[in-house]
């Protein structure tokens, strides 16, 4: 028992790290089953139609991962973002502002490949290149505002994001960019359709999986080389544990936070250029798809971490993918939604549910004297 | 007089497009100035304003629509508390949460309820029901008073209310002090977290009212895409009224201007969108904060403590 003591006050806080994101996930799964419940649905039922519409209906068809892509080109995108908020986390910075690079990424990313006409191997990292400089951009504008004129980035990337859907919505995509300008008897709205040498190839016959996938393994790699590998990760980790110390051990935290502000918004934008030479292939009249808030989602359940974001995404990839066939019951796909909220809430709330286990410690402690003497050191 | 019936007509105007957006603004003023942030006022606009309709749809009274919109948002907001107040969590994260939480639910609720993801059917409202009907019959005034229902009454009337609250009365005092050293308040005997529950339960009260002036005030149905931002604006508005509720009126009104000259030229002089495209009415709004922030225009500071939870003994 003493033992036992030992281990657990040494290893406590790892413990309750590594328990948050699946309790937070398990009551989102146990909060959307009261709701279906309360609808007069049945949860089981329903969550059996996710599994089977995310991995498939039977063994063959499970292994042949034939229905596997679509969760993971969601995942992909999602993983992205998540990325995005987990870089400027780490430098101290709330990245509400995926959205918006998500937006100024795609619409970057559609311009450039409807314009830029080179083979394949050539095109697309020229799309990308101008993607990774705007939405860098972008991200970048709200840290050099926070560092220079000292606004909360949270209120400046919020505005930035809705800066961007107006005018993107309602000035480049009806305006400069818009398909009538090129082709004037066009009856779809939005932007040209982006040339065949722009497009992301698909992989799978059988889903819309397309080399996204590998974009968001490069970031996920280059993330976590960054953050525990470099100077750069090194300086910008510091920033986020103590901002007042790395000032004065001499790290310039003005370009820290500018620079992991400026990654956050590529990794954003990246996620956007994805979808538009992957999925969409034009930039629509309307485009709204809400993947750059479910990056903070991802970012927050995964830890701030980005191999925690990487899983994290990819199975709410496939989550997003299931709840497609859970329409069958009537259960529309935005319930998703329900089971992220719910995980965010129980995220912020940690403070709280450590303060319990505490609690529940200091009780124990009082029942067991003659076990716990004292709290090791 | 053409000139003062268009003057009218366009107060007027602002008075209804504003509303929303002066009425969530103000749940902001009250919880930013008791310390603590709220950006689910997006999210508790939804809330309300879904449950607006709920409540008329099943009674038929629209009354209790407002009242479900407020009791909801009331709920959010409490669950807001909760988590910012009691368990001390981040308020930002919480936001976020409730915003997400508030797009699926409410997607899901509607299509529970009224079986469809488009727009619910048309419920009893008060869209063209003014509150003084006879004074509507006014000559040139009476314009303003065509348009006043409850909500736009509200909206008038509250930032002053407030603001005779925040700053005219010892409640309000303990209120901001709360907001700006919630250790000193404490040392004097102020429940901190008391005023921060009611604060924050009280802006979801009046973001579930910004709801519901939109679904049974301007219109009489809930649509999926509602609100469509106009929370993130009454977050802008706020700032821009540097947190005080009569500076909030306006720039509600100076960003609902905004909105209105774009429908108004777009129907009388479409060729100057061609000039200054629609996005950048649009876009003013949010590109004004920044800009405020930022000190370009004016200077706006926020409550000291907002968004700081405050833990009793704890070592400053």
Request: hydrophobic letters at 55%.
């Given at each position: 028992m003493a033992e036992f003591v030992n281990w657990w006050y040494k290893r406590r806080e790892n413990i309750l790290d590594f328990m948050m994101p699946i309790l937070a996930v398990l009551a989102g799964f146990l909060v959307a089953a009261i709701m279906i419940k309360a609808t007069g649905k049945s949860p089981l039922e329903a969550y059996k139609l996710l599994l089977h519409g995310a991995l498939g209906h039977n063994w063959q068809e499970f292994l042949s991962l034939s229905l596997a892509g679509e969760g993971l080109l969601k995942g992909s995108i999602l993983a992205l973002t998540g990325l995005s908020v987990t870089v400027a986390f780490k430098a101290?910075?709330?990245?509400?502002g995926a959205e918006g690079q998500f937006l100024v990424g795609a619409i970057t990313a559609a311009y450039f490949g409807f314009k830029l006409n080179f083979s394949p191997w050539i095109n697309i990292p020229l799309i990308l290149l101008a993607v990774i400089v705007f939405s860098g951009l972008y991200g970048a504008l709200a840290a050099y505002l926070k560092v220079?004129?000292?606004?909360?980035e949270v209120i400046t990337t919020i505005m930035l994001n809705w800066t961007a859907v107006h005018l993107i919505e309602?000035?480049?995509?009806?305006?400069?960019?818009?398909?009538l300008r090129f082709?004037?008897?066009?009856?779809?709205?939005?932007t040209p359709y982006v040339n065949d040498n722009s497009r992301l190839m698909?992989?799978?016959?059988?889903?819309?999986?397309?080399?996204s996938i590998f974009i968001a393994l490069m970031a996920v790699i280059f993330v976590f080389y960054l953050l525990y590998k470099t100077v750069i990760g090194y300086e910008i980790q510091s920033i986020g544990k103590n901002i007042e110390a790395a000032r004065y051990s001499g790290i310039n935290t003005g370009k820290s936070m500018i620079l992991s502000m400026f990654i956050a918004g590529a990794l954003a934008g990246l996620a956007g250029a994805c979808m538009i030479l992957g999925t969409e292939k034009q930039y629509p009249g309307v485009f709204r798809p809400g993947y750059g808030f479910d990056g903070i989602a991802m970012a927050l359940i995964g830890l701030t971490h980005p191999i925690g974001t990487f899983i994290t995404s990819l199975f709410f990839g496939f989550v997003r993918a299931g709840a497609t066939s859970m329409q069958l019951m009537?259960?529309?796909?935005?319930f998703a939604d329900i089971i992220q909220g719910t995980a965010i809430l129980f995220v912020a709330s940690q403070v709280g549910f450590r303060y319990l286990v505490y609690l529940l410690e200091e009780k124990l402690k009082r029942k067991k004297r003659s076990i716990i003497l004292e709290e090791p050191k | 007089m053409f000139i003062i019936i268009t003057v009218m007509s366009v107060i007027s105007s602002l008075l209804k497009f504003g509303t929303p957006i002066i009425l969530a603004g103000l749940g902001g003023v009250i919880t930013e100035n008791a310390g603590v942030v709220n950006i689910a006022l997006e999210g508790m606009m939804r809330i309300g304003g879904f449950f607006a309709v709920f409540g008329s749809y099943i009674t038929g009274n629209p009354w209790y629509g407002i009242l479900m919109a407020m009791v909801a948002g009331g709920l959010a907001g409490l669950l807001h508390a909760y988590i910012s107040?009691?368990?001390?969590?981040n308020q930002i994260v919480s936001g976020v949460a409730i915003n997400v939480f508030a797009l699926g639910g409410i997607t899901f609720f509607l299509e529970r309820y009224f079986?469809?993801?488009?727009h619910s059917p048309s419920v009893a409202s008060f869209?063209?029901?003014?509150?003084?009907p006879p004074l509507?019959?006014?000559?040139?005034?009476g314009e303003i008073f065509l348009n006043m229902n409850v909500f736009v009454f509200l909206a008038v009337v509250m930032p002053f209310v407030i603001h005779f609250y925040l700053y005219r009365t010892p409640w309000g005092l303990r209120h901001r002090s709360v907001g700006e050293h919630p250790k000193a308040a404490d040392t004097l005997g102020v429940n901190v977290y008391m005023v921060r529950y009611l604060a924050v339960i009280a802006s979801g009260v009046f973001a579930g009212l910004a709801g519901a002036s939109i679904t049974?005030?301007?219109?009489s149905l809930f649509d999926n895409h509602m609100p469509a931002g106009l929370g993130f604006i009454a977050l802008a508005a706020m700032i821009f009224g540097k947190w005080k509720p009569l500076g909030t009126l306006a720039a509600a009104l100076f960003f609902t201007f905004a909105t209105v000259v774009q429908i108004y030229i777009q129907t009388?002089?479409?060729?100057i969108l061609t000039i200054i495209p629609r996005g950048f009415f649009l876009a003013l709004p949010y590109m004004l904060t920044i800009l405020i922030l930022a000190g370009f225009v004016g200077r706006a500071v926020p409550p000291a403590a907002s968004g700081v939870p405050y833990e009793k003994g704890e070592k400053l």
């Amino acid at each position: 028992m003493a033992e036992f003591v030992n281990w657990w006050y040494k290893r406590r806080e790892n413990i309750l790290d590594f328990m948050m994101p699946i309790l937070a996930v398990l009551a989102g799964f146990l909060v959307a089953a009261i709701m279906i419940k309360a609808t007069g649905k049945s949860p089981l039922e329903a969550y059996k139609l996710l599994l089977h519409g995310a991995l498939g209906h039977n063994w063959q068809e499970f292994l042949s991962l034939s229905l596997a892509g679509e969760g993971l080109l969601k995942g992909s995108i999602l993983a992205l973002t998540g990325l995005s908020v987990t870089v400027a986390f780490k430098a101290g910075l709330f990245n509400i502002g995926a959205e918006g690079q998500f937006l100024v990424g795609a619409i970057t990313a559609a311009y450039f490949g409807f314009k830029l006409n080179f083979s394949p191997w050539i095109n697309i990292p020229l799309i990308l290149l101008a993607v990774i400089v705007f939405s860098g951009l972008y991200g970048a504008l709200a840290a050099y505002l926070k560092v220079k004129k000292g606004v909360h980035e949270v209120i400046t990337t919020i505005m930035l994001n809705w800066t961007a859907v107006h005018l993107i919505e309602n000035w480049l995509v009806v305006g400069p960019f818009s398909i009538l300008r090129f082709f004037p008897r066009a009856i779809r709205a939005g932007t040209p359709y982006v040339n065949d040498n722009s497009r992301l190839m698909p992989l799978m016959e059988t889903t819309r999986l397309n080399a996204s996938i590998f974009i968001a393994l490069m970031a996920v790699i280059f993330v976590f080389y960054l953050l525990y590998k470099t100077v750069i990760g090194y300086e910008i980790q510091s920033i986020g544990k103590n901002i007042e110390a790395a000032r004065y051990s001499g790290i310039n935290t003005g370009k820290s936070m500018i620079l992991s502000m400026f990654i956050a918004g590529a990794l954003a934008g990246l996620a956007g250029a994805c979808m538009i030479l992957g999925t969409e292939k034009q930039y629509p009249g309307v485009f709204r798809p809400g993947y750059g808030f479910d990056g903070i989602a991802m970012a927050l359940i995964g830890l701030t971490h980005p191999i925690g974001t990487f899983i994290t995404s990819l199975f709410f990839g496939f989550v997003r993918a299931g709840a497609t066939s859970m329409q069958l019951m009537g259960i529309h796909k935005t319930f998703a939604d329900i089971i992220q909220g719910t995980a965010i809430l129980f995220v912020a709330s940690q403070v709280g549910f450590r303060y319990l286990v505490y609690l529940l410690e200091e009780k124990l402690k009082r029942k067991k004297r003659s076990i716990i003497l004292e709290e090791p050191k | 007089m053409f000139i003062i019936i268009t003057v009218m007509s366009v107060i007027s105007s602002l008075l209804k497009f504003g509303t929303p957006i002066i009425l969530a603004g103000l749940g902001g003023v009250i919880t930013e100035n008791a310390g603590v942030v709220n950006i689910a006022l997006e999210g508790m606009m939804r809330i309300g304003g879904f449950f607006a309709v709920f409540g008329s749809y099943i009674t038929g009274n629209p009354w209790y629509g407002i009242l479900m919109a407020m009791v909801a948002g009331g709920l959010a907001g409490l669950l807001h508390a909760y988590i910012s107040v009691s368990l001390r969590g981040n308020q930002i994260v919480s936001g976020v949460a409730i915003n997400v939480f508030a797009l699926g639910g409410i997607t899901f609720f509607l299509e529970r309820y009224f079986n469809t993801t488009g727009h619910s059917p048309s419920v009893a409202s008060f869209m063209n029901k003014p509150i003084f009907p006879p004074l509507a019959k006014i000559p040139y005034v009476g314009e303003i008073f065509l348009n006043m229902n409850v909500f736009v009454f509200l909206a008038v009337v509250m930032p002053f209310v407030i603001h005779f609250y925040l700053y005219r009365t010892p409640w309000g005092l303990r209120h901001r002090s709360v907001g700006e050293h919630p250790k000193a308040a404490d040392t004097l005997g102020v429940n901190v977290y008391m005023v921060r529950y009611l604060a924050v339960i009280a802006s979801g009260v009046f973001a579930g009212l910004a709801g519901a002036s939109i679904t049974i005030g301007q219109l009489s149905l809930f649509d999926n895409h509602m609100p469509a931002g106009l929370g993130f604006i009454a977050l802008a508005a706020m700032i821009f009224g540097k947190w005080k509720p009569l500076g909030t009126l306006a720039a509600a009104l100076f960003f609902t201007f905004a909105t209105v000259v774009q429908i108004y030229i777009q129907t009388l002089a479409p060729k100057i969108l061609t000039i200054i495209p629609r996005g950048f009415f649009l876009a003013l709004p949010y590109m004004l904060t920044i800009l405020i922030l930022a000190g370009f225009v004016g200077r706006a500071v926020p409550p000291a403590a907002s968004g700081v939870p405050y833990e009793k003994g704890e070592k400053l």
